[in-house]
């Protein structure tokens, strides 16, 4: 007869084994996965469908069974994806924006394999990276998946994970419709149109891949650099190459920049912004590579996901309003820390629902989801843009002034001069201001603005900027870019959420003439308090040393100096358009 206390030993031991499935019961009723799994790490090389080699690491549950599998892949590398350095904030010391796939060990212990991949040509992967976004991110994806699904510790069913560069892997995958993949979850999604929401922003030229590729602030890693080729180098004879290298080289805007000058003289140090120089203009180079040609392909659930303000904002608007799949659409106020663990939580409750069929309650809350600043309060909609949106005029006038009603005794116009980099670093601007608001006002949703202006050069760029007048913040709130010579409007293609510009050939401005501008700046969630004011900014230039620009030059600004007048008179009515929320 065993001893009493071996009875308790034997008991208790039996019963943990009950409550542990009992647990994983409740589990699967309730909310969300639990983190109950220990975690272990393999690593393979995986033929794609032409043979290449692909590096991929793989966190799984440390338990028999098997178990949905999501799939992160990787420009930057996939072992500096992991790290053990608590997340940081923007512009602290270690920083580093490309550590993006979101944590592994967060899903595995929650009974998901995790696997991280390298692109093709980056990182342990084989082969070579012929372009940005070339038709192989999206391959490789699909034939990742399916090789994921077959393992024998996989359910079956796979999912998508990431942010940003991630995001568009996402999609580039997605578009294929592998047969196993479930589900989706874009965050932050970089350049669904390579063009206008990438690399040329209104036209105009952002060199965020210059630190991006060879790692610099705020991306010190950079691409996992092994075999990288230019798209351009491989299609172009080297005869018509060499023309296009020695028309940019010539070019003053990207002449007064020594790095950028000396990338076109050697493109093997940075074989993407190389290409991106080469192709100033939207045309089949940036087709090709655009997701947003093929998004109607995508047939899975969605998740899309990212902050206001910056130049992933407009991404996640224009991908989540063409999808035709059950979506969901996320807007926050913080593009958070790196490496990326924010809203985890979030995301696992999009997974379980659509890999586990947990009924986490995520599908019965509202298609959109966004966060406004002041206010400090998360809010629902049905749509984007709100289906509360009013539409409000604010008017340009004299003596800096902001108003509902246009301004039409002053013909004189506004002005500032912008001379060159090399000659100052201080932003000429025009700016208006409203008086003190009677009463609060909800601005949520991508404001636009029209504008006439003159210039007494062929050429200039067009920044503008939305904030709140005196705010200590160092980002405005809303920001719009345009070339001047890419001012062409095509209402025909505007949609609710954007204005469209043919940025396909350039028409450039008589100098002394006046010509009519219209920017469609990236969306905004913010409350002005009663007593505040609502402030606009016109300028032409970012700076390198600003704060605003991460302390990298984003935009390239022109070369020669320029006199700018903004006209807002009786027949100029100048106007911004705000999106407001009663």
């Not at 699904?149 to 359910?155: E, H, M």
């Not at 995001?167 to 970089?190: D, R, Y």
């Not at 075999?227 to 060499?242: C, I, R």
Request: proline content about 8%; glycine content about 6%.
């Amino acid at each position: 007869m065993p001893r009493p206390g071996l009875q308790v030993i034997i008991h208790n031991r039996y019963y943990k084994a009950f409550l542990l499935e009992k647990r994983k019961e409740l589990i699967f009723l309730g909310k969300r996965s639990e983190a109950i799994y220990g975690v272990k790490k393999e690593t393979f090389m995986v033929a794609a469908r032409d043979g290449v080699k692909l590096a991929i690491d793989v966190y799984r549950p440390d338990a028999e069974g098997k178990f949905p599998a999501l799939l992160a892949q990787s420009p930057y590398g996939k072992t500096a994806q992991v790290f053990e350095t608590p997340p940081q904030p923007f512009g602290k010391s270690i920083f580093e924006a490309s550590v993006e796939s979101g944590d592994p060990y967060y899903y595995a212990k929650r009974g998901y394999i995790y696997a991280i991949s390298d692109f093709r040509g980056l990182g342990d992967s084989e082969g070579s990276h012929d372009g940005m976004m070339s038709k192989y991110e999206g391959q490789d994806g699909y034939d990742l998946v399916e090789w994921l699904a077959v393992q024998p510790w996989c359910g079956g069913g796979v999912g998508l994970a990431g942010i940003c560069y991630f995001s568009n892997a996402q999609l580039q995958t997605a578009v294929l419709a592998p047969p196993s993949l479930k589900c989706i979850a874009p965050w932050e999604i970089f350049a669904d149109d390579l063009y206008k929401h990438g690399i040329y922003e209104g036209g105009v030229l952002n060199i965020f891949l210059y630190g991006l590729y060879t790692g610099t602030y705020p991306a010190r890693c950079g691409y996992a650099i092994k075999n990288v080729k230019s798209a351009m180098a491989l299609s172009t004879s080297p005869e018509e190459l060499q023309k296009l290298v020695d028309t940019y080289a010539a070019d003053p805007d990207l002449r007064q920049y020594p790095y950028l000058y000396h990338l076109l003289k050697y493109p093997e140090k940075n074989p993407i912004l190389f290409d991106f120089m080469l192709n100033p203009l939207d045309g089949p180079y940036y087709r090709e590579r655009s997701v947003i040609e093929k998004i109607e392909n995508i047939n899975v659930p969605t998740y899309v996901g990212g902050p206001f303000f910056s130049f992933f904002s407009e991404p996640q608007i224009n991908v989540y309003n063409r999808l035709k799949v059950p979506k969901k659409l996320r807007f926050y106020t913080d593009m958070g820390t790196r490496p990326w663990k924010s809203d985890h939580d979030e995301l696992l409750r999009w997974y379980d629902y659509w890999l586990k069929g947990i009924d986490t309650g995520i599908m019965d809350e509202a298609p959109v989801k966004y966060h406004t600043t002041v206010l400090e309060k998360w809010q629902q909609a049905q749509q984007w843009p709100l289906e509360t949106t009013q539409w409000t005029d604010f008017y340009l006038h004299s003596l800096n002034g902001l108003a509902p009603e246009p301004d039409y005794y002053n013909d004189c116009p506004d002005s500032f001069i912008q001379e060159p980099l090399y000659v100052t670093e201080e932003r000429g601007n025009v700016k208006y201001v409203t008086p003190p608001l009677s009463s609060d006002l909800q601005i949520t949703g991508p404001p636009r603005i029209k504008f006439y202006a003159s210039l007494d050069q062929k050429d200039t760029t067009w920044r503008v900027n939305v904030r709140e007048y005196g705010s200590k913040e160092i980002y405005p709130l809303a920001q719009g870019w345009l070339r001047a010579s890419l001012r062409k409007r095509l209402p025909e293609k505007d949609s609710p959420w954007e204005i469209e510009h043919d940025y396909t050939a350039y028409d450039r401005p008589n100098p002394g003439e006046i010509y009519e501008y219209e920017i469609q700046m990236r969306p905004m969630s913010h409350l002005f308090r009663a007593g505040t004011r609502i402030q606009l900014e016109i300028s032409c230039i970012d700076i390198p040393t600003d704060i605003e620009t991460y302390d990298v030059m984003w935009h390239v600004c022109p070369a020669q100096t320029c006199l700018h007048k903004i006209y807002r008179d009786g027949e100029h009515q100048s106007v911004l358009k705000l999106p407001v929320i009663p």
